[in-house]
């Protein structure tokens, strides 16, 4: 878990600066911020992009309330 503050439909603000902090010391931001781009040529570029993309992505899932899962589920890249 990345942060102890969940997303519960009206806290965004709060849970997004705590996101943003926590991605942002981890060096993993720009997965979100879109100024780390899917590889498209190297597959080991693409491959380790996958891995942390993923890793990421499950971070995300669980700092968000439960009930809230269905909407969020099924997206592939953080």
Do not use: Q
């Amino acid at each position: 878990m990345i942060t102890s503050i969940k997303f519960n439909g009206k806290n965004y603000d709060l849970w997004e600066k705590a996101i943003r902090t926590a991605l942002k010391a981890k060096n993993k931001l720009g997965f979100i911020d879109g100024s780390i781009t899917k590889p498209t040529i190297d597959p080991e570029e693409l491959s380790a992009w996958e891995i942390v993309n993923s890793m990421i992505t499950s971070w995300i899932l669980n700092i968000i309330d439960l009930k809230l899962h269905t909407s969020i589920t099924y997206i592939d890249s953080a």
